[in-house]
């Protein structure tokens, strides 16, 4: 197939800093993302309800994983304040919000990440904490993660690529599968993802190339008899197709197979999945408090079509927004879909 694109000097950035590559803003041969939706009768898309908060507490991270949409790490200086985070609990309470998904980065370095849990559990709220694992391990202050996971019964979502040391190590760093072993068993001696129990413990699989990834069902049996060889249980196994985002759609220029992989996504669009999007009942606050669509959306700066910040939190404008959709959005609609908490058909 062709590498043939239409391509415009565009700046990414990668673990040594900014670099200038030729970016591929849309490859020869494929239809807006708008088109498909229009196909569908959908002039715009619209939100059905608002039923999770996503909030990003900042993009530090301990590690640097290869096809991080974030492009978190040790060294990035992004971190929400308190009071952004107090500006958080003002908007959704009193709403018909259930959900509050905290991530990052590794949301556990933010300074008031145990503030902003306590307080949204006296709320009464779910709460999804997605821990990224090896930060229990990172430091002494991180050990009492699992139990102050407990204490607040939170939904840990978290990141394994594989459930092998070699792939889960080339995807997120040397030594990363050992000590995710490690920090599950943790995890579990506290009561999570155990027969019987309420504490939910969750993993997520991202395929560690360009392609689209397997079944969820068969993946999850998979992980389920290879993890019982550490003695190591859990609830469910998300999978999640990765988006042409940051390091990710770096690696797709840097390797000529962004325009494959587009075509790919393209040719598995599936109708079913546009109308399941998770953009239609989430909402995203980014570090410094501006509101996003998707966790994506964040990433490449496309603020909501309402009132863009935390501030001016309006429930019934967000709403009736419309959502902004770009060619990433082809990455949720291919196949079974992908979303935050795994396929959506």
Same mark, same amino acid.
């Given at each position: ?6 391509? $415009?000097k565009?700046k990414? %950035?990668s673990?040594?800093? $900014?670099i ?5 803003v ?10 498909k939706?229009?196909?569908?009768g959908h ?8 039923e999770?908060f ?5 993009k ?9 949409h ?21 908007a959704?309470? /009193? ?11 590794a949301p ?7 503030w902003?849990?306590?307080?949204? %559990?006296?709320? /009464? ?25 407990r ?5 840990v979502?978290?990141?394994?690529p ?5 792939r ?8 990363v599968?050992d000590k995710?072993i490690?920090?599950l068993q943790m995890?579990n ?9 309420d504490?939910?413990l969750d993993?997520?699989?991202?395929p560690?190339?360009?392609f ?13 008899r290879?993890l ?5 249980s859990?609830n ?24 494959d992989?587009?075509?790919?996504? #393209? ?11 998770m953009?239609?009942?989430t909402?995203s ?7 996003y669509?998707c966790?994506?959306?964040?990433m490449l700066e496309?603020r #909501? ?10 429930i019934?404008?967000?709403t ?18 992908s979303?935050?908490?795994?396929t959506?058909?």
């Amino acid at each position: 197939m062709t590498q043939s694109l239409k391509r $415009q000097k565009h700046k990414l %950035s990668s673990p040594e800093g $900014q670099i200038e590559v030729l970016d591929n803003v849309t490859p020869i041969g494929i239809p807006t993302f708008e088109s498909k939706l229009s196909e569908l009768g959908h002039t715009t898309l619209k939100p059905t309800t608002i039923e999770v908060f996503q909030v990003n507490v900042g993009k530090m991270c301990n590690q640097v994983c290869a096809h991080c949409h974030v492009d978190a790490g040790p060294d990035r200086k992004e971190i929400m304040t308190k009071e952004t985070m107090q500006q958080c609990l003002d908007a959704i309470e /009193g709403t018909d919000i259930k959900t509050v998904d905290i991530t990052g980065g590794a949301p556990e370095m933010n300074p008031n990440f145990r503030w902003l849990v306590e307080e949204l %559990s006296a709320m /009464g709220k779910e709460i999804i904490v997605r821990c990224n694992l090896t930060i229990i391990l990172a430091n002494l202050k991180y050990h009492d993660l699992p139990e102050f996971f407990r204490k607040h019964n939170i939904n840990v979502v978290s990141s394994l690529p594989y459930f092998t040391a070699k792939r889960t190590d080339a995807q997120r760093g040397d030594g990363v599968f050992d000590k995710s072993i490690k920090a599950l068993q943790m995890l579990n001696a506290v009561g999570y993802g155990k027969e019987n129990s309420d504490l939910q413990l969750d993993l997520v699989y991202n395929p560690a190339g360009a392609f689209l990834p397997g079944d969820q069902t068969t993946l999850e049996n998979q992980f389920k008899r290879k993890l019982l060889e550490y003695d190591i249980s859990f609830n469910n196994l998300f999978v999640i197709t990765n988006l042409p985002v940051s390091r990710f759609l770096e690696y797709l220029i840097r390797s000529e197979k962004y325009q494959d992989y587009m075509d790919e996504l #393209v040719n598995a669009f599936n109708p079913v999945a546009a109308e399941g999007v998770m953009c239609r009942s989430t909402i995203s606050v980014g570090w410094d408090g501006y509101l996003y669509d998707c966790d994506f959306n964040q990433m490449l700066e496309l603020r #909501v079509k309402a009132a863009s910040h935390i501030a001016h939190f309006n429930i019934e404008e967000l709403t009736a927004r419309d959502i902004i959709v770009n060619q990433h959005c082809y990455g949720c609609t291919a196949g079974a879909g992908s979303s935050c908490g795994g396929t959506t058909v």
